[in-house]
């Protein structure tokens, strides 16, 4: 029986259940297999030794029949849970119909289009023209860059410490990950890295009560200057959270003042969505609680809400500046992430996901609101169904990476699924489905606070 039958037959799943050891024996040959046969570049499976039979809304189950929480979803992509019934009959409905269009217009493409304009702020939709680019939020961020290039008739690019961007040699460049770009040579030039706005860890002031938002004040100190070493650059492209950064909100200020100075610059901000947008922080993007229009938004992972893959870029219509065939890609024309991303957008509305995700991120801020007492929790952050824990050690403040990996595979004991990510992957990161419940979410948090507490005393 499915997981999905099994849910249905004996009601709501709210926790997790686990019985063997982890990997259990059909999970074991799975990865030896795995391990013989693919790449050494593979990453999750390493920290989570399970291997996936079936999954359903938040959860999935392993091939020896232990049930988890998932709260990494794809790394964002599924933000309506796994195998959402009506999106699966949405991709079902299509595949009779066309699954591969190339750019040529559709029905499926058309009402894609106009949904995922709709969801933009009034100001914005009549003005913002869409670029389909390759499947993935990477592709896509090569294509911001490319286009702002072409506008401007510029060369840099401004980025920012702790930012990740793609593991492409163009994204990659801009993207802080400095073990990621070491082995490889004659990197993409041109991009300049100014501080983000990481208060904890401010890398301006000297202690955070002096903070002025001088990581700003660098930034514009920096490109005003004639003679500051930095030529107006073709783009500043910027997170409103750092997601592989360790969930680091950025301060409304900041942002900001970058939008502020772009402006007057005449520089292109780029605003890279691909974690925080389709409804992950709360809004529809995170930049419309930052109370500013960037020129260029890039999003791709949840874009379709079921993991269907698809990356697009919206831009101002006046850097439409494209020659036909400048930017292309085989697979820009995926109609079965098209009609799934259409469905999820109705039922982001009809169900009121994004108020669920703001009740649901009040729930995990109250539930979690107490680990700071604990010495070795440095911060708890996020914003939305996007949160962090960063881990550090009591002593000197460094990243406490051994304790994060510890808590991770605690949790996976207990039967959550979490994720590392920050420097030194110090950061346990939570990415629930958007419409998670607050019974799995209570489930959740507890077992996060339980693993949390034992391995800290374990450390101490």
Known sequence: MSLADHIAKSGTLTHPYVESDLPGPRSAALLARQERRESNARTYPRRLPIAIADASGSFLRDLD??????????????????????????????????????????????EFTGAQLSMLPPGMRDRMKLHFCGPTGGDAVDAAIKLCKIATGRGDVVAFQ?????????????????????????????????????????????????????????????????????????????????????????????????????????VPLIVDEVQTGCGRTGTWFAFEQYGIEPDVIVASKALSGIGVPVAIIMYDERL??????????????????????????????????????????EQIADRLAKLPNNPWVREVRGLGLMWGVELADPNDGSPATALAHEVQSAALRRGLIIELGGRGDCVVRILPPLNVTAEVVDAACSILVDAIDECCLMAA
Not at 332 to 353: C, M, S
């Open 320 to 361: 439409d500046v494209w020659a036909p065939g400048a930017h292309i890609g085989t697979f820009r024309g995926n109609q079965l992430a098209f009609a799934a991303g259409t469905e999820a957008v109705r039922i982001v509305r009809r169900d009121d996901v994004l108020g669920n995700v703001r009740r649901r991120g």
């Open 65 to 110: 029949g232990n049930t988890f929480i998932d709260f990494l979803t794809g790394a964002g992509v599924l933000s309506l849970g796994h195998n959402h019934p009506e999106l699966v009959r949405a991709v079902t409905a299509q595949l009779t119909r066309l699954t591969h269009g190339l750019d040529f217009p559709t029905p499926a493409k058309d």
């Open 162 to 266: 702790g930012g990740f961007h793609g593991s492409g040699h163009a994204a990659m460049a801009l993207s802080g990950l400095v073990s990621q770009k070491r082995p490889v040579r004659n990197g993409v030039p041109g991009v300049h890295f100014f501080p983000y706005s990481y208060c904890t860890r401010c890398p301006i002031a000297l202690a955070p009560d002096t903070c002025d938002v001088n990581c700003a004040g660098h930034l514009e100190q920096s490109l005003r200057d004639g003679n500051g070493g930095v030529a107006p650059p073709a783009a500043v492209i910027l997170e409103m959270v750092q997601g592989e950064g360790g969930v680091i909100p950025a301060r409304r200020e900041f942002v900001q003042r970058v939008r502020a100075l772009t402006r007057e610059l005449g």
